[in-house]
């Protein structure tokens, strides 16, 4: 798993959003996972926060995915 936070929540979407699942997952799933490794949950929404303006997530009716 990375170290960086953006890094991991961008992981975390990935992983939730396997060919076999969902290609968005809900914000608060996120939330969850991010908090079981150890992200706070300021540290987590910084890091969505972030990853959202890089353009390497996207937000769509309230969940997220990788950006295409």
Do not use: F
Request: avoid cysteine; proline fraction near 6%.
């Amino acid at each position: 798993m990375p170290t960086d936070p953006v890094d991991r929540v961008v992981a975390m979407v990935d992983a939730q959003t396997s060919p076999k699942q969902p290609d968005a997952v809900r914000l608060e799933t996120i939330m969850v996972v991010a908090q079981h490794s150890n992200l706070s949950t300021d540290e987590a929404r910084s890091a969505i926060d972030l990853a959202l303006e890089e353009d390497r997530l996207e937000a769509v009716d309230g969940r997220l995915r990788g950006a295409a």
